[in-house]
């Protein structure tokens, strides 16, 4: 009992820590929706940085890196593969969509495709797209969350206890603080996980082999097939390595929760040099793989994969580390979770609601009504996250497959003339049809390929073929700058 | 909105070429590179070489945007 109760402490005094800066951060600023859902768009290089980050990494990450590397071998590495690319795509589009964001204000994506096509069905279609795929994305940090602080505490707070807790921080720190408050638990929680992965990937290996080298020689030795593709897995070879990463780096930043950060820097200047250091950042990611490959040799027949590295941790060091790894863990869950609950509640309030059911919603009933939003969205997470079973990483590769049909609507919208809401619509609609079809009915991937870049495919086809029925026609971007000053 | 240039798309390109087009040959064991598998080493080493290539990408773009020797600091306006 003294060892649950020695990490117990320290989770809840991270979780607490992190939960008290979440809500005093938004108390020194009047918060209307600029402030609440985009800062005042005044946040410099560092503090995107922290927020990108802070975003990115997600109990998938976590749990999930150390997990694949444990259960599957060579096609984990995919993860390690779209991090730089992911960066690469957005050093191209996010500076323009920032432009786009100040100049005509901006909040929401859908914003964008509102002020682009000049299409208010499009701009609820693209919003509800957002939202149906964020609730799975939301409800696999609250379930991730649970098992966390349950294995961390030596079982000392159970799942559901601690899902409701660390959830109704999050949800009262959206509330209060908004994106500010997510920004400002990112600093800790940036730290927390940095330190947390520099120890744990080169201490556990040293414990057990005297080194990352020696663990790998050992692990060849008993598994020569597993660190290259398919790895332990029978489909997920080369074709399927490739299609999955161009996917992901495309799919990434059609998000609507980072296009939401995107919005909250000082210039575009800033967001392009983000983009040419984020890489840097993911260099924690090799550690967790690390420990995922560890785990293999000293913690083998894990039923659930996603426990690999909690449990080498829990064998490796003392409690109340555990207890560290716990809080940086929780933390994972809650910052990426927050923004997610203030960009699903803003869409589904300001881009779907009100053009559609009350177009005459001033500014403020649109705020308060998504603050509102906020804890009934935080409650439909919590009640699938408690009531349902595991099927939502399937969902959340749905997930990914579904924002990257975005993609053409964001990059074309924002560089070319020859391309309307119709054809748009018509091509993303296309494109998640395919991708739900093959996803659902268990074909993916499909002869080898990834089923989102499947349906990014036949996207591009219908754009390109609508792109040669229209003429070019000026887009509101080329209007001048002031007219739209107002 | 203005295009990239087709420079500063060109550096883009190195890392998803270096990545996607030989992954058959990148994906092998040996040989080991400060003890790491061959491929574990080729991803982590482009974690490192993207920065690098998006510098340059990013020297093109501000080089492009500058029209006088005297850099007035001001907001770019589409």
């Not at chain 1, 100040?102 to 994506?109: E, I, N, S, V």
């Not at chain 1, 909250?264 to 260099?283: E, K």
């Not at chain 1, 989102?452 to 036949?458: A, D, E, N, R, S």
């Not at chain 2, 998803?16 to 030989?22: E, M, R, S, T």
Request: charged share 10%; glycine share 10%.
């Amino acid at each position: 009992m003294s060892e649950s109760l020695a990490a117990l402490i320290v989770i809840s005094a991270i979780v607490g820590v992190g939960g008290f800066v979440g809500l005093y951060a938004g108390t020194r600023h009047k918060m209307d929706m600029e402030q609440w859902i985009v800062a005042g768009r005044g946040f410099g290089v560092i503090f995107v940085w922290l927020l990108m980050a802070g975003e990115v990494y997600t109990t998938f990450t976590f749990l999930g890196a150390s997990g694949w590397a444990y259960s599957r071998g060579g096609p984990v590495f995919y993860i390690l593969a779209y991090q730089p690319l992911i960066y690469v795509v957005s050093f191209y589009v996010l500076p323009q969509m920032w432009e786009a964001g100040k100049r005509f204000r901006l909040q929401t994506q859908a914003d964008f495709f509102r002020v682009r096509y000049g299409s208010k069905s499009l701009e609820a279609f693209v919003a509800l797209v957002g939202v149906v795929f964020l609730i799975p994305y939301l409800q696999l940090q609250v379930t991730g969350l649970g098992l966390i602080v349950e294995v961390a505490s030596f079982g000392g707070i159970r799942r559901t206890p601690a899902m409701v807790i660390s959830f109704a921080i999050v949800a009262a720190f959206v509330f209060t603080s908004g994106v500010r408050g997510a920004a400002w638990v990112s600093v800790l929680k940036d730290f927390l996980l940095l330190f947390a992965a520099l120890f744990v990937g080169f201490a556990i290996p040293y414990h057990y082999f005297g080194g990352i080298g020696p663990m790998f020689t050992a692990l060849i030795r008993a598994k020569p097939q597993h660190l290259v593709m398919p790895g332990a897995t029978n489909n997920l070879g080369h074709a399927w390595f490739v299609s999955t990463v161009i996917m992901t780096a495309l799919a990434f930043f059609m998000w609507p929760q980072y296009v939401g950060a995107c919005f909250t820097a000082r210039s575009g200047d800033t967001i392009r040099r983000n983009a040419v250091i984020m890489p840097l950042y993911s260099i924690t990611m090799p550690l967790m793989f690390v420990v995922g490959f560890t785990a293999l040799l000293v913690v083998p027949g894990l039923a659930d994969s996603n426990l690999a590295l909690l449990t080498i941790v829990r064998k490796t060091f003392p409690p109340w580390f555990l207890g560290i790894i716990g809080g940086a863990g929780a933390l994972t869950a809650m910052v990426p979770a927050a923004v997610q609950l203030l960009t699903a509640s803003t869409l589904f309030i300001k881009n779907f609601c009100s053009p559609i059911f009350a177009p005459s919603m001033t500014d403020i009933q649109v705020a308060r009504a998504a603050r509102a939003t906020v804890l009934g969205i935080a409650a439909l997470a919590l009640g699938f996250a408690i009531y349902s079973d595991t099927t939502l990483v399937a969902l959340l590769l749905l997930g990914y497959a579904g924002v990257v049909q975005l993609f053409p609507g964001v990059v074309f919208g924002l560089y070319s003339r020859r391309v309307t809401a119709g054809g748009i619509f018509a091509a993303m609609a296309a494109g998640i049809a395919v991708v739900a079809f093959l996803v659902l009915t268990k074909r993916d991937p499909f002869m080898g390929f990834n089923a989102g870049f499947l349906g990014l495919c036949v996207n591009l086809v219908i754009v390109a073929v609508a792109r040669l029925l229209t003429s070019a026609r000026p887009t509101v971007f080329d209007e001048p700058a002031q007219a739209q000053s107002a | 909105m203005k295009r990239p240039s087709l420079g500063a798309i060109l550096f883009g390109l190195i890392p998803f070429a270096a990545i996607c087009l030989p992954v058959s040959v990148w994906d092998r064991i040996d040989p080991r590179v400060f003890g790491l598998p061959f491929n574990f080493f080729w991803l982590i080493s482009w974690l490192v070489l993207t920065p690098l290539c998006m510098w340059g990408a990013y020297h093109i773009i501000e080089t492009g945007r500058r029209p006088s020797p005297l850099r007035q600091n001001k907001e770019f306006v589409p």
